[in-house]
């Protein structure tokens, strides 16, 4: 299995990014799949998660109604649309996948962590200035 991120980059406080995870080798079934990110000098921290099967979705408060995550079943990718982007934004952000099966109320609930996912992407650059 392998996640790769792409749609990182530089932009001003106000602007908007959108990044995509491509997954191969995985197969989606009662999964959950997540956007985590890692700001400079603090541990990685959760952001998003969506869970497969009926497109739920949970999102941590400081990003609520700025970010948008969602999924391509056919194009196996994972999207992260982030809108009114913040200086506080700035971080490397990571996909995540789960093996599955997944309870839905565990995954649209938040209740995961780093942990919870076997699959990682190699995380892309989010700057925002």
């Known amino acids: 299995v392998q996640l790769v991120e792409s749609g990182g980059g530089s932009v001003q406080a106000g602007g908007s990014l959108t990044l995509s995870c491509v997954a191969s080798?995985?197969?989606?079934?009662?999964?959950?799949l997540a956007w985590f990110r890692q700001a400079p000098g603090e541990e990685r921290k959760k952001a998003a998660g969506?869970?497969?099967?009926?497109?739920?979705?949970y999102y941590i408060d400081p990003v609520k109604g700025r970010f948008t995550i969602s999924i391509n079943k056919a194009e196996n990718t994972v999207t992260l649309h982030m809108n009114s982007l913040e200086p506080e934004d700035t971080a490397v952000y990571y996909c995540?996948?789960?093996?599955?099966?997944?309870?839905?109320?565990?995954?649209?609930?938040?209740?995961?962590?780093?942990?919870?996912?076997?699959?990682w992407g190699q995380g892309t650059q989010v700057t925002v200035s």
């Open positions: 995540a996948a789960d093996r599955g099966p997944t309870v839905g109320h565990y995954c649209r609930g938040g209740f995961w962590g780093e942990a919870h996912f076997a699959y």
């Open positions: 969506i869970y497969k099967p009926d497109g739920t979705t």
């Open positions: 080798g995985y197969t989606y079934g009662d999964n959950c």
